[in-house]
């Protein structure tokens, strides 16, 4: 399983076609590194091969350090959060979809690279808004001036070749952070 930051980031969607790869990661070159080696093998044995690169999933069971989860326990705690590059634009997957859209990939017998995101993209500011909406602090949600820039500033999947095999997102981000929420706070009031 690959990640979306394999590609060279810049301002459009990434397209498995013709986007170029270019890690600019020890992480993501790990990954473009496996990628190549396995499709060699593939080839070599005679038997598809299929290189799924994922876009930003959240949802229950994620890492707390990650963004929406993060954003969460400090609006539980009271506390700001100061957003420092509020407009940077990522591909954010529910977990179940991408569970969906993996289910889809195997199923389909794809073989070879394929984009695992919605193909719509979703601002920091956007996450942020909505769970201080969700949880009654919207007050909470600051920006820092001025913003700091982000290198992975627009991170979006081309979901062409995944909406192809039949594929669609199942939950909007709305209803996907309504349910992180709900995980989280039944874990913390346990």
Not at 63 to 84: D, F, N, Q, T
Not at 147 to 171: I, K, Q, S, Y
């Amino acid at each position: 399983m690959g990640t979306c930051i394999e590609y060279q980031i810049g301002n459009e969607v990434l397209s498995e076609e013709r986007t170029p790869i270019a890690p600019a990661t020890t992480y993501a070159r790990c990954k473009n590194e496996l990628r190549l080696k396995l499709e060699q093998a593939a080839t070599a044995a005679g038997f598809g091969f299929c290189w799924g690169r994922v876009f930003y999933p959240y949802g229950p069971g994620e890492h707390p350090s990650r963004l929406c989860s993060s954003i969460i326990a400090k609006l539980s705690r009271g506390e700001a959060v100061e957003l420092k590059t509020p407009d940077s634009t990522k591909d954010y997957i529910y977990i179940d979809d991408l569970a969906a859209a993996l289910l889809t990939v195997v199923e389909q017998r794809f073989s070879g690279s394929i984009n695992l995101g919605t193909g719509s993209g979703v601002s920091v500011r956007d996450i942020a808004e909505t769970l201080g909406g969700l949880m009654g602090k919207p007050q909470l949600v600051a920006e820092t001036q001025p913003a700091e820039a982000d290198p992975l500033a627009f991170v979006v999947a081309d979901g062409t070749r995944l909406r192809g095999l039949g594929w669609r997102p199942a939950t909007d981000l709305r209803t996907g952070l309504e349910k992180l929420l709900a995980a989280l706070q039944a874990r913390f009031t346990r």
